[in-house]
């Protein structure tokens, strides 16, 4: 098959990036864009109407998840997938999540700019809500779409302030049956994720494009402690049953947890505390944590998560606190397809830049795409390895590369036009 050699319009990527931005409840730099709030939807209108004007056919699901189809030559077939998200936690960057998807829409573009016409159709999936910071758990649109996340659980799940995603989501306009989220076996011949790196790797080695081989296992709790408020003036130090004095130790035994229960790449979190009533002179009846813990191999993972759970129960007996433990998620890792992975790297060879094999320590909705379909992730440098912050950045001629890279990839995934049959390649 003659691949394209499809010319980047990065001058309109970058803009795109920016008016992306400032659909944000935050100052900039920083941007804070959370799934169904006006900004959300604001950032997703910007997207859908880009779609459109590229002649891409948008439909979107009873969640939000939103899908834009190039119509190949041979509908009937399984489409190639590419896409990531655009939520954004608090006080984050711009560039986490929105590169894949303003990247794949320039993907296509270029790939129409260059006359090439794809066998099997190529679809640009927004997936809602990646991150986990309004439902407490991540990736909640790919999640749901391979069938991990069941329509009795998204109806069970709660935002921050006790309101169901059932009710938030019709607020924001998507109404229609949980039931039909779910994808079909096989609706994918593959799936490519473009993303910034989130670590220094790449930069620091001076390679442009980093090939994902497996994305680490995430798993998160959220712990409630429940002890006795009270007159902080009035009620002496000796028998109190301080909530945030107990969730204090905890923070410190997670961290204690992964350093001495982990491997070199444990990796455990708290990064959520919501003290209650949250009263200067209010000793803490209520507070709740969440706690993030991965690494590359479940086992070890799954070993410092039985650290933590011995911990808390440990400090709550001593002080007399009650502690809850909520499992909010426990994932596998997944590994890369060799096909998907093969794509990127010969698409790479003939753009002629250099590659590496690396492990994703983030997310990414990849992670459950790959129970769907063969997946693979393009990774690009961003300055510092920094992300989520406002500081998180990756220079125009870096996310380029990465677009050429993936626009080439999806034309060999999705093969050509009346390419002779099994010319695509990595697809079943
Ligand atoms: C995704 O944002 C992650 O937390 O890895
Ligand atoms: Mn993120
Ligand atoms: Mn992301």
């Not at 935050?26 to 709030?37: F, S």
Request: aromatic fraction near 4%.
């Amino acid at each position: 098959m003659t691949l394209p050699r499809p010319e980047v319009d990065i001058g309109r990527v970058m803009a795109g990036l920016e008016a992306l931005a400032r659909a944000s409840d935050a100052e900039p730099p920083a941007v804070t864009r959370i799934v169904y709030t006006v900004a959300d939807l604001a950032g997703r209108d910007q997207i859908k109407g880009l779609c459109a004007d590229t002649g891409l056919a948008v439909r979107e699901d009873p969640i939000g998840n939103t899908f834009a189809r190039w119509d190949g030559s041979r509908p009937d077939l399984p489409a190639v997938g590419t896409g990531s998200h655009i939520d954004a936690i608090p006080h984050s960057g711009r560039f986490d999540g929105t590169v894949g998807v303003l990247g794949a829409l320039e993907a296509i573009r270029a790939l129409k700019r260059d006359g090439f016409r794809p066998e099997r159709s190529i679809e640009l999936i927004l997936f809602t809500a990646e991150e986990p910071t309004r439902f407490g758990i991540g990736c909640l649109g790919s999640r749901a779409l391979c069938g991990a996340l069941t329509p009795e659980a998204m109806t069970a799940l709660r935002d921050n302030d006790g309101r169901s995603l059932d009710e938030v989501r019709r607020d924001a306009g998507f109404t229609g049956d949980l039931a039909d989220v779910r994808l079909r076996e096989g609706s994918y011949a593959a799936f490519v994720e473009l993303h910034i790196e989130q670590g220094p790797i790449l930069e620091r080695e001076g390679i442009p494009i980093g090939i994902v081989t497996a994305i680490a296992a995430p798993a998160a709790i959220r712990v409630t402690w429940e002890g006795e408020g009270g007159h902080a003036g009035a009620v002496l130090m000796p028998g109190r049953r301080d909530a945030l004095c107990a969730a204090a130790e905890a923070v410190l035994a997670v961290e204690a947890a992964a350093l001495s229960h982990g491997g070199a790449d444990s990796v455990a979190t708290t990064g959520v505390c919501r003290v209650h009533p949250g009263a200067i002179n209010s000793i803490p009846d209520r507070v709740s944590l969440e706690i993030d813990i991965r690494d590359t191999g479940l086992g070890t993972r799954d070993r410092v998560v039985a650290a933590v759970r011995r911990a808390i129960d440990e400090i709550a007996g001593r002080r007399g606190v009650r502690a809850r433990v909520e499992p909010l998620n426990a994932d596998p890792p997944a590994a890369m397809a060799a096909t998907v992975r093969e794509a990127i790297r010969s698409a790479c060879d003939a753009l002629g830049l250099a590659s590496r094999p690396m492990i994703s320590r983030a997310y990414h909705d990849a992670l459950f795409m790959a129970r769907l379909a063969p997946t693979g992730m393009i990774f690009i440098p961003c300055r510092g390895g920094i992300s989520h912050r406002p500081e998180e950045s990756s220079e125009p001629g870096e996310i380029a590369r990465g677009i050429a890279v993936l626009a080439m990839a999806l034309a060999r995934l999705a093969g050509a036009e009346g390419a002779r049959p099994g010319q695509s390649i990595g697809c079943r």
